[in-house]
Each structure stands twice: as C-alpha cells, then as structure tokens.
C-alpha cells in the first residue's frame, strides 16, 4: 500500500475534482481511494506514506504522439544541411539519423527518451518509431527500454516506401510482428499499431500490404498534412484530399491516430468525425518546422476526439500546452482562444485516446484507475480550486515541477532521483552512442 498526500490534489474526477489537503492510496497496480489526507491514512494506516510537503498531486501525463528516435538529434550538426523547406528538413535531417541508427541505437535512444518522460511526470507514451537501417525487432528494442523505465507504451513502426518496397514490407512485418505481441500481454503496459509515415511516402500497394497483415483490434498512427507538400502529392497522384485517401484505404475508424492534420478542409473533418478517428495536435514542431497552424480548435468544437503530443520535440506535456495555448490566440488573433480547448485536449482527449489502448483509466485520480501520480513542488501564490487549477498549471508549472513520480504503482522518481535505474550510467552510455551516430553520419 502506498499513500501520497499533504498536497492540494487535481484528480480530473468530475465528482471530486479537488482537495484542498488530499491523498491518494494504491495498492499494487491500481488506485484503491482518494480522499482528504484525514481520511485516506484513517482508512489505511500502515501505508507507505510520500509527503507532497504542500505541493500538487495530480495524475501522470500522456504523451499522445512521441519519436523516440530522435533523442540523438539535439545539437547534431550535419554536414551540408542547410533545409529551405519541410520535405529538405525530412530528408536531411529525420530520414538521415533513421537510416543509420543500430538496435542499441533505438534502444538507448528509449532510454534516454523515457528517463525524461519520467522527470517531465509522463507515464504513458504513443510513439512513432523510425530506423530504416535496422527494422527488424527495433520494436522489441523500445520495449525493453520500456519494461526498464516502467513507462506504459504504445507503439508502432513507420511504414514508408521511401527507401524501397523491401524495407517498406519489413516494417509492415514488424508492426504485425510486435501487435500480436502486444495483444498477448496481460501487464496492460504495452500497446502497438500499425505506424505508417504519411500518405505521399505510401503506395497503394503498401497500404493493402499494410491492411492485409494488421491483426484486428488496432488502428493506424499516422502523419495527416502536416505539410502543404502531402496535400499537393495526394492531389497530383490520386486527385483526391488526404482524408479521403485514408478514408478509401480503409485507414480510419475509432483506433486509428492521426497526427497534425494541418491542411485538412470541412470535408474531411467530418469524415474523421464520422468515423470516430482520433487526432493529436503537436504545436511546437509545426511550429518549429514552419509547417503551419492546423485548425485543432474547430476539431475540438466539432467533437472529435483531439490530443496533445510533442512530436519529439521535447518530452514536456506542459510545454506543449503552453506553447498551444498562444499559438491559436496568436494565430487567430483571439485572446479566448485555447483556454478550455487546449486543457481539454490534454487532460481529457489524451486519457481518452490512451482508453482506447489500455483498460485501466489513465489520467484521471479515481477508485480503479491505473496508479500513475505525479507530485509537484508548485505551491500557489494566489488561492487555487478546482475552477481555476488550469491557470496555474500553464502559468505557474512546468514539467521540472515534477519531483515524485509514480507509474502503474511503481516509484519510478522521488525528489528527482530515479530509484529503478541508474541514471548516470544510462546516460553516459547514451552520450557515447549519440556521438558515434553523429561521427557515423558525417563520415558519409
């Protein structure tokens, strides 16, 4: 039994939404009561107590869309790379660093990845993974880094044809490969999906082979017209939008992520409505990739299940939101804009995309939910409810605020000390390996 409390509490709990002194207990893997702190140690004395010392107890994040594989990006310079566009940032720089990492490689680039999702209060990754040097069991490599961490995770392989229809069918197999052995897994920690890159990089004939070797009761994840450049491809070739694309391909439905969906119009909005398909906003990276402002807040308002992620641009959720909430005041030049969008997306759309995964509830702080807890040393200035806890989250926290965290019952991090793993050693075997990759790279 372990207890954390001292600590105002954010449950995301529409029937007890807020405690002013709160606790929460768990036992095993699941949440068994929350409460005030009174109450909670009344009920269970002899359990392990964690002091929040008066900061917030909330629920762990979600990352709803991540790339793992690009944890060795930061700081690298390459040789002749000098992007004028989206599709020269791909090559050059994203499709570079996939083509040569190693297994080790994919598996470090999980550890250093999630080792920060740990510190930034993430429990639960959807990640997009890309190695086009070496396919074959890169899942299996993340999962073990996974296992290690204890960060939950849904995975997939991105099935492209842009280095040929062989390594194409080898990701499609590994997709197939790693779901059904997913679905055979009762930890209820690990997911997968059939990953694709975008429509312009896949054949159709890709997309049956994709179709054809994807095990029932999983979905796609997928880059929607994060570029103008996917748009004009899906026009040119096939003289339709992109959603109906997928639409035609069999790609949407209820399991099926959608990332970006920058350029989509009213049409095809209403196709991902009507199909129940899911959506994750990734706002610093289409901002960083000068791709544009997609229109999250009309997908919102239309009712369709919409996300945060990071894209791999950092692994803080609260940076994500911070950075979406001025984007569309900014980009609508409309002060109102994204104040209960954004949250919504974060604390609602999130725990519901991972609901249909996982079947535990995440996200939220309630009997018989999964025992993902985050403590932070955030102590409000001015008074703090239940009505106004968003505005202190993206104005007074980020995700270094996070001291303790706790993933499916497990102490993954108490006052920022990892108590699993060894960071320091983890971390000096990364550094050695994101220099080879770049000395690798460069020597080309």
């Known amino acids: ?54 900061g917030v107890i909330m629920p762990a994040f979600i990352n709803a869309h991540e790339h793992i594989y690009s944890s060795f990006a930061r700081g ?27 297994l080790e490689d994919t598996r470090l680039s999980a550890m250093a990845t ?55 069918r080898e990701g499609v197999l590994e997709n197939e490969a790693f779901i059904k052995h997913a679905l055979a897994d009762d930890s ?18 890709t997309m049956e082979f994709a179709a054809a070797h994807k095990p029932e009761g999983v979905g796609y994840h997928i880059h929607v017209a994060e ?20 639409m035609d391909c069999g790609i949407l439905g209820e399991k099926t992520l959608l990332g970006h969906c920058i350029y ?5 909005m209403a196709l991902i409505k ?25 997908l919102v308002h239309r009712g369709i299940l919409t996300g945060l992620g990071t894209d791999g641009y950092t692994h803080d959720m609260l940076e994500s939101y911070k950075v979406a909430n001025v984007l569309h005041k900014h980009h609508l030049c409309d002060p109102n804009a994204a104040w209960g969008e954004v949250p919504k997306m974060l604390f609602e759309g999130n725990a519901q995309i991972a609901g249909r995964y996982f079947k535990k509830p995440l996200g939220v702080l309630k009997e018989g939910a999964a025992a993902d807890v985050i403590v932070t040393d955030y102590i409000p200035l001015t008074p703090m409810n239940a009505d106004n806890c968003n505005g202190h989250i993206v104005f007074g926290m980020n995700g270094r605020s996070v001291v303790t965290t706790v993933g499916n019952g497990k102490v993954l991090m108490k006052d920022r000390a990892f108590t699993t793993i060894d ?15 770049a000395r690798r790279i460069n020597s080309r």
């Not at 209820?188 to 004939?205: C, K, L, R, V, W």
């Not at 960071?423 to 990759?437: I, N, T």
Request: net charge negative.
């Open 114 to 168: 999630y080792i920060d999702s740990i510190k930034n209060g993430v429990t639960t990754t959807f990640d997009h993974h890309a190695s086009f040097g070496h396919i074959t069991d890169s899942l299996f490599k993340i999962e073990e880094a996974s296992k290690e961490t204890g960060v939950r995770s849904c995975l997939c392989y991105e099935v492209s044809d842009r280095d040929g229809m062989d390594k194409a």
């Open 423 to 437: 960071e320091e050693k983890v971390m000096a075997d990364c550094r050695q390996a994101a220099g080879e990759l």
């Open 264 to 268: 989509i119009n009213p049409h095809e």
């Open 1 to 54: 039994m372990l207890i954390i409390g001292n600590g105002r509490m954010i449950t995301r709990d529409p029937q007890n939404p807020f405690f002013e002194n709160g606790a929460v207990a768990m036992e095993g893997t699941t949440i068994c009561k929350v409460g005030t702190l009174e109450e909670v140690k009344k009920a269970y004395p002899d359990g392990s107590f964690i002091d929040a010392k008066g």
């Open 227 to 246: 570029g103008i450049e996917d748009l004009h491809h899906c026009l040119k070739h096939y003289g339709k939008p992109i959603v109906n694309r997928l």
């Open 188 to 205: 209820d920690m690990i997911a997968g999906m059939m990953g694709m890159h975008a429509q312009f990089t896949i054949s159709d004939e």
């Open 76 to 102: 690298l310079s390459i040789n002749g790379y000098d992007p004028h566009g989206f599709l020269e940032i791909l090559d050059g720089l994203w499709w570079t660093i996939d083509r040569n990492l190693t």
């Open 274 to 298: 009507e199909t129940n398909t899911m959506v994750v906003h990734n706002p610093e990276s289409n901002m960083g990739n000068a791709c544009g402002c997609p229109p999250t807040m009309e």
